[in-house]
């Protein structure tokens, strides 16, 4: 009798040491905001009118994802992240409602090498996006430049990434990107080179990220269209710097991005002269944009922080000797009800000259209008 009960207590403790190993957890948010947008195209002739919505991920994309952890022993262990995104307003899928995992969908080991992660993953600009606006006001500033120079976050499929280990406040990240074009390897293929350096208040990080046609635009996971006919030339080179610095109660930051892609075509628009119209000319469209931004977040308390920030993006297109300009201004305030719940308000300003004015938040273009102000007021929830 003492042997068996001895028995079971030694199985019990292996069963207890096993799960303590490994580990998953379910997380997500739900981010939902009412947004006010002025000017917007109405699609009918060229008449504009202001638009109220209820949208899902002002900031933050709303998500549930699952990740998860095992000790293989030796410092070694297994981990996995799958996240999909949802449209909180209506419950919907975000995005493709084939692509359940669409945000990020990886496996890989981790230890003291590093992390290798392969599958549908973002590059480090995702990371070094912590030092700038997308940080505070997300996809309120995509619109701007944040959205094309991947700092919002864009995704790579078929990719194996690896990032290492903070090494005296450095963190370095090179990712990528399979191609999977039989007979010819750089169709569709993708890579990148990141770096981060941390040290008490200051923050700085750099990315380089380089993608190649691939016969739809989704097989370079990556930024701009696919001219036909080009598969395996590059299709787009973006760098970002960033940098940040806590001074007491306020984080100042600024950056520099910079998108080059390759030509865009009459056929690719569709249009016999398809840049020399005003709203042909977006920011997708153009050859080569230059991105800066200035901003700050100053902690008036524990909870609650002022925002504010400026970016300025120029932008060349094929055929067209102005280059194209789009300013927006942002001021906003966000305060934590808790750890894990804080409600926001954000006012914002887009202006655009010799270019298309690609609106703040709504999806809907101002057409030729070169300013439209947005004001947003929502509430997010972590769990």
């Known amino acids: 009798m003492k042997k068996s009960l001895l028995a079971l207590a030694v199985l019990g403790a292996f069963a207890g040491a096993a799960q303590a190993q490994s580990s998953v957890t379910i997380y997500g948010i739900v981010d939902t905001g009412v947004v006010y947008s002025s000017k917007v195209a109405t699609g009918v002739g060229a008449n504009t009118g202001s638009k109220f919505e209820l949208k899902s991920g002002v900031v933050q994309g709303s998500r549930i994802g699952f990740k998860g952890v095992e000790d293989l022993g030796g410092g070694l262990s297994a981990v996995f992240n799958l996240e999909t995104g949802f449209a909180n307003d209506t ?37 070094i996006s912590a030092y700038t606006s997308v940080a505070d006001f997300g996809g309120v500033v995509s619109n701007a430049g944040s959205g094309l120079s991947r700092l919002q976050g864009t995704r790579t499929n078929n990719s194996v990434a690896y990032t290492t280990t903070n090494l005296g406040g450095f963190t370095g990240n090179l990712i990528y990107g399979f191609g999977e074009t039989a007979g010819k390897t750089t169709a569709g293929q993708s890579f990148g ?109 524990p909870s609650l922080k002022l925002l ?20 927006q201004y942002n001021i906003g305030a966000d305060y934590w009800l808790s750890k894990r719940t804080d409600v926001y308000a954000f006012l914002s300003n887009l202006r655009a000259k010799d270019m298309a004015n690609p609106g703040v938040i709504s999806t809907n273009a101002v057409g030729s209008d070169s300013s439209q102000t947005a004001l947003a007021v929502g509430i997010r929830h972590k769990f």
């Open 91 to 127: 419950g919907a899928l975000d995005g493709d409602a084939n692509n359940l995992f669409r945000r990020k969908s990886v496996v890989g080991l981790a230890g003291g090498f590093g992390t290798v992660l392969l599958g549908r993953q973002t590059d480090f600009a995702d990371t």
């Open 193 to 301: 080179l990141g770096a981060k350096y941390e040290n008490g208040p200051l923050g700085l990080g750099a990315n380089y990220y380089q993608s190649k046609a691939g016969a739809t635009p989704a097989d370079t996971g990556a930024t701009g269209l696919n001219i036909a006919g080009q598969e395996g030339n590059t299709n787009a080179k973006i760098w970002n710097l960033v940098a940040s610095y806590q001074f007491g109660p306020a984080r100042v930051y600024g950056n520099w991005s910079r998108v080059k892609q390759s030509l865009r075509t009459q056929t690719l628009l569709g249009a016999a002269t398809p840049l020399t119209t005003l709203t042909n000319r977006t920011l997708n469209n153009s050859n080569k944009a230059n991105m800066y931004e200035l901003g700050t977040a100053f902690a008036l308390s």
């Open 308 to 327: 504010a920030s400026v970016q300025h993006t120029r932008a060349d297109f094929d055929g067209v000797s102005n280059k194209g300009k789009l300013t």
